[in-house]
């Protein structure tokens, strides 16, 4: 999709002509950190506030989250897991030299931070 900055750039034009429709949101799950800031942005300059008016979540729990304004409640992937099973498998399937596929499921965690409250 792009670098950083297109990414919240092209989401903030993409989500203002949302909230220009009769029905806005009440909340948005983006898939990034990115994408959830970009929509951060476009409530902020329609007027509209951040969890107030409409809750944002995010997906993947980055820096970004941590310092935005307000503190963007995401999702944890638990990359850490992700890299160290990804790398044992790897040296599993150079050691036997074959490959077979195998499903792995990871636990995610929410991190609720300042983007989110019930609707009012």
Not at 89 to 114: A, H, N, Q, W, Y
Request: aromatic share 2%; charged share 25%.
């Amino acid at each position: 999709m792009g670098n950083s900055i297109e990414v919240v750039n092209k989401t903030e034009t993409s989500f203002k002509k949302l909230l220009d429709t009769q029905e806005r949101p009440t909340s948005v799950f983006c898939c990034n950190d990115l994408m959830a800031l970009g929509v951060i942005n476009a409530c902020n300059k329609a007027g509209l506030c951040v969890p107030e008016d409409i809750s944002v979540i995010g997906f993947d729990n980055t820096l970004l989250s941590d310092v935005s304004h307000p503190k963007i409640t995401t999702v944890d992937l638990n990359m850490k897991e992700i890299g160290r099973i990804a790398a044992l498998e790897l040296v599993s399937i150079i050691s036997r030299g074959i490959s077979c596929r195998k499903k792995t499921v990871l636990d995610t965690k929410l991190i609720i931070k300042e983007s989110c409250s019930r609707p009012l």
